[in-house]
């Protein structure tokens, strides 16, 4: 089995291990000597790798259009941040905008006071302020990066903050290529520009919808070439405000070896395509042919199909003998092996709010009649900062949700700080991968079920930023 390429340079966009640790590095450069003389108690943690989110320009339309005033985290559009499982992050986020702003780790298991939420788990950084960022995610996986604040996300992801973290496993399956894609949308008006945020007629329906289409932050299709025979692992990641569509492979036999981060038995995907909702991800792997020419391509159905990418095989084969089947990547063993339904705290969920959409009139945008800070709500309540948690479990506690969706549109929630189960209807078993984002057609239900293992007050949230917004989460308390 071919090994990957130890001097391979890491994707565009990405910031590697090595950045995440110079600190730690610098203190291997010190005469051994020196590093002897120094104190035991002066071994501090390395400074934390700087990470500005600031205004910047994106070609996001053809010349001659003017590039797009956007919103960037770092130098790059769509920055990836590579580490090691078992290595720390630590990220002094800077902001260098003019709203308040706090990163949600969008599937890490992490400790509450990191999780991001603004107003929730901690407080928004103001303009010119900054937050430090410091954890050990405790999985291997592929991770998102989203801005998360009470009543004030949709504009700055809109704008462009976004990212992924992904944590290497520590033997990751044998590939020659490792490639981050990550998903976004913008919502531009004739002459490129960003058009306005704020409005309520998108929050009450079907949510921010963009009118073009990037992957990290590059006009679409992106072309991706490898060596023909290559193995490739494709962590797709959904960052877009709104946008929920299916993904087809064309040509392409592509196999789901993680969902949300966490690892499952490989299978090939029903009619090769899958679900894509914002805030989802999926590890593909899959062997380009062994000779050169077009592979197959990724194509999101929107319309007549929009082609995401382009895989092409190029240059000199790679040499096929010995190669093993593409297999699984090794189950998380720090997730239970089974959830102990009989004794679990079960409570009811009922999503209302918003308007209904007009099937006469498809895209119409109809005005919201209520409170435009609260379109939405569970339980007869919307999310506010102030709000207390639904409920409250002791640590180890299984909890079990059942959620019904009771307005006009397919709603995608978010569990934060922990991954569930998606039981089957009958409450008699649940699907065979781990989860934390869930899809749920309207009028329809769906029942999860986790161990609540991670202290502190943890979120049910919309991902769709501007449902966040105006109400569609709640919270519970894990003590």
């Known amino acids: ?9 890491p994707e565009p966009g990405s910031f590697s291990r090595r950045d995440l640790l110079a600190g730690s590095a610098a203190l291997a450069l010190l005469p051994r000597a020196a590093a002897a003389q120094a104190p035991a108690a002066k071994a501090a943690a390395p400074e934390p790798t700087p990470l500005k989110a600031a205004p910047a320009k994106l070609r996001l339309k053809p010349e001659p259009a003017p590039e797009t005033a956007v919103w960037r985290l770092g130098e790059e559009a769509a920055p990836i941040l590579r580490i090691k499982l078992g290595e720390p992050v630590r990220l002094r986020v800077e902001n260098g905008t003019d709203k308040p702003l706090s990163l949600h780790w969008h599937g890490v298991r992490i400790r509450n006071a990191m999780d991001g939420v603004g107003g ?7 303009p010119g302020e900054g937050f430090t960022y410091e954890f050990t995610p405790p999985d291997a996986g592929s991770f998102l990066i989203r801005p998360l604040v009470v009543g004030g996300s949709s504009e700055p992801s809109g704008r462009g903050l976004a990212g992924m973290l992904i944590v290497e496993e520590t033997a990751p399956p044998a590939v020659d290529r490792d490639i981050a894609l990550l998903l976004q949308d913008w919502r531009l008006d004739e002459a490129g520009a960003l058009q306005p945020f704020g409005q309520v007629a998108f929050a009450a329906a079907a949510g921010r919808l963009g009118s073009v289409v990037t992957l990290n932050g590059q006009p679409i299709p992106l072309d991706l070439q490898a060596r023909p025979g290559s193995r490739l692992r494709l962590r797709l990641a959904n960052a877009c405000n709104a946008r929920s569509l299916r993904i087809r492979f064309d040509g392409l036999k592509a196999y789901v070896a993680a969902v949300d981060g966490q690892p499952t038995d490989t299978f090939e995907p029903l009619k090769a395509t899958l679900p894509f909702a914002p805030g989802t991800r999926y590890d593909l792997l899959l062997d380009l042919p062994p000779q050169a020419g077009p592979a197959g391509a990724i194509t999101a159905l929107i319309g007549q199909g929009l082609p995401l990418a382009t895989l092409t095989a190029s240059g000199e084969p790679l040499a096929q003998t010995g190669r093993a089947a593409i297999g699984s990547i090794p189950e998380n063993k720090r997730l239970p092996a089974e959830i102990r339904l009989q004794s679990a705290l079960r409570r009811e969920l009922v999503l209302t709010g918003g308007v209904r959409p007009d099937k006469t009139k498809p895209g119409a945008e109809t005005p919201y009649p209520g409170d435009p800070t609260r379109v939405w709500q569970i339980n007869g309540a919307s999310g506010t ?20 969706n009771d307005t006009g549109f397919i709603q995608s929630l978010h569990l934060h700080g922990h991954v569930f189960r998606l039981l089957h209807q009958l409450d008699d078993g649940w699907e065979p991968y781990w989860l934390d984002t869930v899809q749920i057609p309207e009028g329809r239900s769906a029942q999860i079920a986790f161990v609540a293992d991670n202290p502190g007050r943890w979120l049910l949230s919309a991902t769709v930023l501007e449902r966040f917004d105006t109400g569609l989460w709640t919270s519970f308390e894990v003590t």
């Open 1 to 9: 089995m071919r090994k990957p390429d130890p001097t391979a340079q």
């Open 120 to 126: 929730v788990t901690q407080a928004p950084i103001g």
């Open 385 to 404: 900062a102030g709000t207390a948690p639904l409920f409250s479990v002791k640590r180890g506690q299984v909890v079990v949700l059942a959620i019904r």
